[in-house]
C-alpha cells in the first residue's frame, strides 16, 4: 500500500522523469545514446503490426510506460485507423488515403516515404478496447499539452479508464496547473482512479464527494460501481451520494423532456407550416406536401454538391444557399400542380387527394430516377455538427437552430399573411372567392401564388429536415400524416393553431415515450386526436365566420 | 442478352402483345435459360433492392461471357413488386407462369418472402434468398443465402461479452417479425448466459422513426450503471440514419457504448458522415474492405459494370453471387434446370465465397458462412475486427426458443421434412 510520504515522493520521481525526457526530446539529434533510443522506439512501433489484438495491446502499454512523446503521433494514428504496415518488410507508416493508394509517412519524424497501392500495405487493426486502452496510454502522454482542450480531454480519459497508474503524473500535472476549468477535470480524474486503487478509506471518502459534485450519469456510474463494495463506510456515502445524483437527475430527466419536446415540436411545425397555407387557408387536401418537403432537402444535396466541387471553403454557406433555392425549386412545382391539376377540381376533394397523392408518387419515382434509390448524403456545416452542455442537459446544435429556425419561418409567414396585400388578397380569395372576384381581385393568380407560397415554405422546411433525416425519396412520406395531424388539432386555417399543435402535440410525445414506448406513444397520441377531434371538430383555434358556417 | 423489363401494370398488357409474337421469334433465334429477378424498383424497399437487381444482371452477364449454361444464353427477366407485398406474389407467379423462369433471385423483407412462400410451393419452382433473417423457417422450394441468427446476432453477442466485456444490454429494433423474433432469441440466449433480466432493455420503434432523442437519452441513461453496455440494433434500414446522427450528436462514442447493427452495411452509411460513429460495429458474412483477392475482383468487376468507383459491395450481393454460382453448378451437375432434379442436386453444392473460403448448401437449404465483426471507419467501410475461426452451418430453427429447439430441416430422401421434431419423431413439429 502506498503512503502519503511515498506518493509525494514518487510524484517528485515523475516530474524528474518528465524532465529528463523533455530534455532528451530536446537534444536527441545529434547523441549516440538518443539514436539508439530511436532505433528502438522504431523497433517498438513495428511490433505494433504483428500479433492479435491481445499482442498489439501489450505493445501499446509498452510504448506508454517507455513514456517517450514522440510515440504520441504513432498512437494517435493507430486510434484512427491510419497506422498500416507494409506486407513487404513490416514497416509501419501514417498513411492517408489518395485515391485508390496510400501516401505514406514515417510514423517518427513524419517525413514523407512515398505512396503504395492497396494491395502493398495492410491496416493494423484495432478495435474499441484498443481505442480504450490507447485513450489512457495518450492521456498520461498528454497531460501536459499545450492546449487546455487536450489536458481535459486526457484527464476525462482517466476519469473513465480510472487508471490508477495515472495518479501520479496526474498530482504532477495538477500542482503546475493554471486553469482552473482543467484543474477541476484533473481532480475529478484524480478522484476516479483514487477509487479504483487501495488507498486508505478517508482518501476514498473524499473523492466520493469530489465525483458526487459532478452530479452526471458518469459519476452515477462510477459511484454504483463501488456502492456494492465491501467497505460499510465507502458503501454508505456511495448510496448517499448516489441519492444526491439521482435527485439532481430527476430535475433535468423533466428539463430534458420538455427541451426533447419543444425540438420535436419545431420539426412538426416546419413540416405542417407549409400545409397550413395549402391545407389550412387553401382547403386543397394537398398528398403531395411531403414531397415538397423532400424536394427541398435534394436541392440542399444538389447546392451542398456544388459547393464541394467548386467551392469547398465556403461549405458552411451551402445552407444560406439552399434555403432560397429551396423555396423557389418547391414554390416552382407547387405552381405547376395548381395551374396543371388542382384548379381544375376546385371544391372535389375527393379527385383533389386522389390527384395529388398520383402526384406525390410521380415525384418520388422522378427523383429516385434522377439521383437512385439511395440515401444521399447532406453535410452538417460545423455551426450545426455537435452538441452543447447546459448543466447535464445535451443540446445538440442542429436541433437548436432548427427550433429558432422554425420560429423564424413562422414568424415571417405570420407578417406575410396578416400584414402585406397579397396576405390580405389570400385571406379574402380564401373567404369568398365570388366576392373577391368582383371586387377586382385575380383570383386564379392569388391561388396559383399561395399554393407556390405554401409549397416553397414546405421546401425550406426539406432544408431544415435533410439536417436531422434521410435523404431519400421517401422523406416527404413519412412527414404528411403528422403533418394533417398537426394542421387538424391546431385548427384548419389557423397559423397559430398550427404552432400551438407542433408543440403541444411534440411535448406530449416526448413525456409519453419515455413511460410508454415510441410505438405506443404515437398511438396514445392518435387516439387523443381522435377524441379531441369528436369533442371539437374544427381543432383548437376554430375559425369562425360566414365562409365556415356555409 | 436481352433484358426485358416488365413494369408493373402496362407490364401486363405488353407481356400478353408480345407473348404471341416476340416469343415465338425469340425460339426461332436462340433458346435461353430464363433467370427471374424480383427485387423492389421502386417504393420504399428499393433504397436496398435496386442494387441487388444490377448484382443479379452483373453475374448473369459474367456467365454469358463464360459460354453460358448447359449450352444455352441466360436471360434476365427483371419485374418490379414496388415495396408492395402481396404484389410480389402476383409477380412470382407471372415470373413463373407467363416467362417460364427456371429460377428466381428475390425479395428482401421477410414478409415479402411469406407472401411468395405459397407460390413457389404451388408452382414448384426455386428462390434464392439472400438477405439475413429471423431464421424459424426452412422450405422445400426456397434457398436462404443469407445468415440465419445463429450466423449473425449470436457471434456478434459472444464477441462484446468475450472481447468487449459487456454486461448489460440494450435490444432496440424496429417493430416488425425480423426484430422481435430475433430479440427473443437473443434474449433467451442471454438469460441462458447468466445475464439478469434487469440488465436487459428491450426498446421497439416504428418504421422510419426519426426522433431518437429520448431513445439514446434513455441508452445513455441504462449505460450509466456502472457496468459496460452495449446496444444490439435491428433497427431498419432508413431509421438508422437518423439514429446514429443522434448518437454521434450526443457524443456517445463506440468506446463508452458500442452499437452493433445487423442491417446496416455498406449501402446504409453511404448516406452518412461516418466520422463520429467509428468503432460501432455490425456483424455479417461480408464486408467490402475483406482484403483477398477474389473481393477485389469482385469489387473491381462491379465498378466497370456500373461504371461508377464509388458503388459499394455489401453482404446481400455476396449472398446474391453464392446463390448464383450454387444454382449454376447444381444446374451442370443435374444437366438440367428441372426444379426437382435441381432440389435434389444442388445440396452438398459448394462454391467460392468472397472471404476467401467456400460455402456449402447444407440439406436444411440454408449455407456455411463464416461471421465477420467490422467497425464502422471514417470512409465509410467496415474493418473486419474479428471472425469465427470457421465456417458456421446456418441453423434454420434455434436451439434457444421453446417450440423450435426440437426441430430440424433436412430435404434429402427419404426424411424430406422442413420442421421434423425429434421429440416426437413426427415431421410437422410446431413453430412457425
Known sequence: ?550 | MTVKHTKSLAGYALAAMLASTAFTGVQAQEETIKVGILHSLSGTMAISETTLKDAMLMLIEEQNKKGGLLGKKLEAVVVDPASDWPLFAEKARELIEVNGVSAVFGCWTSVSRKSVLPVFEELNSLLFYPVQYEGEESQRNVFYTGAAPNQQAIPAVDYLMNEEGVERWVLAGTDYVYPRTTNKILEAYLKAKGVAAEDIMINYTPFGHSDWQTIVSDIKTFGSAGKKTAVVSTINGDANVPFYKELGNAGIKAEDIPVVAFSVGEEELAGLDTGPLVGHLAAWNYFQSVDTEVNFDFIDAWHAYTGDDTRVTNDPMEAHFIGFNMWVEAVEKAGTTDPDAVIDSIVGVTVPNLTGGYSAMMPNHHITKPVLIGEIQDDGQFETVWETSGLVVGDAWSDYLEGSKDLIADWRAPMSCGNFNTATGKCGGSGS
Open chain 1, 1 to 550: 500500500m502506498l503512503t502519503r510520504t511515498r506518493r509525494r515522493s514518487s510524484a517528485l520521481g515523475a516530474l524528474a522523469v518528465f524532465l529528463v525526457l523533455a530534455v532528451a526530446t530536446v537534444t536527441f539529434a545529434g547523441t549516440a545514446a538518443a539514436q539508439s533510443d530511436d532505433a528502438a522506439l522504431r523497433t517498438q512501433l513495428n511490433a505494433l503490426a504483428a500479433g492479435d489484438f491481445d499482442d498489439t495491446q501489450r505493445q501499446i502499454n509498452a510504448i506508454a510506460e517507455a513514456g517517450d512523446p514522440r510515440a504520441a503521433p504513432a498512437l494517435e494514428a493507430l486510434a484512427d485507423g491510419d497506422l498500416y504496415f507494409r506486407r513487404a518488410d513490416n514497416a509501419v507508416f501514417i498513411t492517408r488515403k489518395d485515391g485508390s493508394d496510400y501516401a505514406l509517412r514515417d510514423p517518427l519524424t513524419l517525413e514523407d516515404a512515398g505512396t503504395a497501392g492497396r494491395r502493398e500495405v495492410k491496416k493494423i487493426r484495432v478495435n474499441n478496447r484498443l481505442r480504450r486502452v490507447i485513450r489512457t496510454a495518450l492521456g498520461t502522454l498528454t497531460l501536459r499539452a499545450p492546449d487546455p482542450a487536450a489536458r481535459i480531454e486526457a484527464a476525462d480519459a482517466i476519469f473513465k479508464a480510472q487508471d490508477v497508474d495515472s495518479i501520479e503524473p496526474l498530482e504532477a500535472a495538477l500542482a503546475a496547473e493554471t486553469n482552473t476549468d482543467v484543474a477541476r477535470h484533473m481532480r475529478e480524474a484524480r478522484a476516479a482512479a483514487v477509487l479504483a486503487s487501495d488507498l486508505p478509506t478517508p482518501d476514498k471518502l473524499e473523492a466520493i464527494a469530489t465525483v458526487a459534485a459532478r452530479g452526471d450519469r458518469d459519476a452515477r456510474s462510477l459511484l454504483t460501481g463501488i456502492s456494492n463494495g465491501p467497505d460499510t463506510a465507502l458503501h454508505e456515502a456511495a448510496n448517499a451520494a448516489i441519492a444526491k445524483v439521482e435527485r439532481v437527475q430527476g430535475l433535468w430527466d423533466t428539463a430534458r423532456n420538455i427541451w426533447f419536446g419543444l425540438s420535436l415540436g419545431s420539426v412538426l411545425l416546419l413540416a405542417a407550416i407549409g400545409l397550413a397555407i395549402t391545407f389550412g387557408v387553401m382547403g386543397v387536401i394537398n398528398m403531395a406536401h411531403g414531397e415538397m418537403v423532400m424536394l427541398g432537402a435534394y436541392t440542399t444535396f444538389v447546392v451542398q454538391s456544388l459547393f464541394r466541387t467548386a467551392a469547398p471553403e465556403y461549405f458552411d454557406y451551402s445552407l444560406i444557399v439552399a434555403l432560397p433555392a429551396a423555396f423557389l425549386v418547391a414554390g416552382l412545382v407547387g405552381i405547376a400542380i395548381e395551374r396543371g391539376i388542382i384548379r381544375f377540381l376546385h371544391d372535389r376533394p375527393l379527385e383533389t387527394l386522389l390527384a395529388t397523392w398520383g402526384v406525390s408518387l410521380i415525384l418520388q419515382q422522378t427523383v429516385r430516377t434522377i439521383f437512385g434509390p439511395t440515401n444521399r448524403e447532406v453535410g452538417n456545416p460545423s455551426f450545426m455538427s455537435g452538441a452543447m452542455e447546459i448543466g447535464q442537459l445535451t443540446i445538440t446544435y442542429n436541433r437548436l437552430w432548427i427550433v429558432v429556425f422554425a420560429l423564424v419561418v413562422f414568424t415571417a409567414l405570420l407578417v406575410a399573411m396578416k400584414a402585406t396585400r397579397f396576405g390580405l388578397y389570400v385571406r379574402a380569395v380564401t373567404q369568398n372567392r365570388r366576392m373577391s372576384a368582383s371586387m377586382g381581385i385575380r383570383t386564379p393568380l392569388v391561388d396559383a401564388l399561395t399554393f407556390g407560397l405554401g409549397s416553397g415554405i414546405a421546401g425550406i422546411a426539406g432544408v431544415a429536415l435533410s439536417q436531422i433525416d434521410n435523404v431519400s425519396p421517401n422523406l416527404g412520406q413519412s412527414y404528411i400524416i403528422d403533418s394533417f395531424m398537426v394542421v387538424v388539432f391546431g385548427g384548419v386555417g389557423n397559423l397559430w393553431g398550427t404552432l400551438l399543435g407542433a408543440f403541444t402535440l411534440g411535448i406530449a410525445n416526448k413525456f409519453l415515450e419515455p413511460v410508454a414506448g415510441a410505438v405506443l406513444a404515437k398511438i396514445l397520441v392518435l387516439v387523443f386526436i381522435i377524441l379531441f377531434i369528436q369533442k371539437r371538430p374544427r381543432g383548437l383555434f376554430a375559425l369562425k365566420g360566414r365562409a365556415v358556417d356555409a
